[in-house]
């Protein structure tokens, strides 16, 4: 992953290199695949049947071929100040975002971030605000992303959405 990252870096901004991956079959390492796809600022997808390779071909075709969306932000409805992380180390940032840094948007391809917030206070927004700035063109965008509530019955499914933010966190 290292030589992704340095191949990438060295890119001139005339030509902006990115990587993108396709796993295929049961036994393609996703860990692998994912890293090298987040060195390389790509897309990762995994195609375990035939019949879905040539649909993943296109989507990262597409992903390719389309405009970087990237310095990708969330407005998450708090205020700043909350997110920056605390100087005392026993203390605690009221939202965390996972994963921390977010590389790049692209057209057709899942995007999921989470956002641990610890106050009991908070509301939760009708909608939060990404912000992603065009390469190449320095035009920042803004997309409104409505939000919806979900409610778990089960505490199972619970601790599944923690677990599934502990690991965007981690990676």
């Known amino acids: 992953m290292a030589v992704v990252s340095a191949a990438v870096a060295s890119s001139p901004p005339t030509a902006p290199l990115r990587v993108f991956t396709l796993g295929i079959g049961d ?4 860990a692998m695949c994912e890293g090298i796809a987040r060195a390389g600022h790509g897309v990762c997808l995994m195609a375990v049947q035939t019949e879905e390779l040539v649909s ?12 970087l969306l ?8 708090v205020p700043p100040d909350a997110m920056r992380q605390p100087q005392d180390s026993t203390a605690q940032a009221v939202l965390r ?10 057209p057709g391809v899942r995007f999921v971030v989470f956002a641990l917030i610890e106050n009991a206070k908070f509301a939760i927004p009708k909608t939060i605000t990404l912000h992603a700035q065009r390469d190449g063109v320095g035009e920042v965008l803004k997309f409104p992303v409505p939000v919806e509530e979900v409610r778990f019955s089960d505490q199972n499914e619970l601790r599944l959405i923690h677990t599934l933010a502990a690991r965007g966190l981690i990676s």
């Open 56 to 67: 993943k071909c296109a989507k990262l075709l597409r992903a390719g071929r389309s405009t």
């Open 97 to 106: 975002q996972a994963p921390i840094h977010l590389s790049a948007l692209y």
């Open 70 to 77: 990237k310095n990708i932000s969330v407005d998450w409805g």
């Open 27 to 30: 036994t393609a390492s996703s």
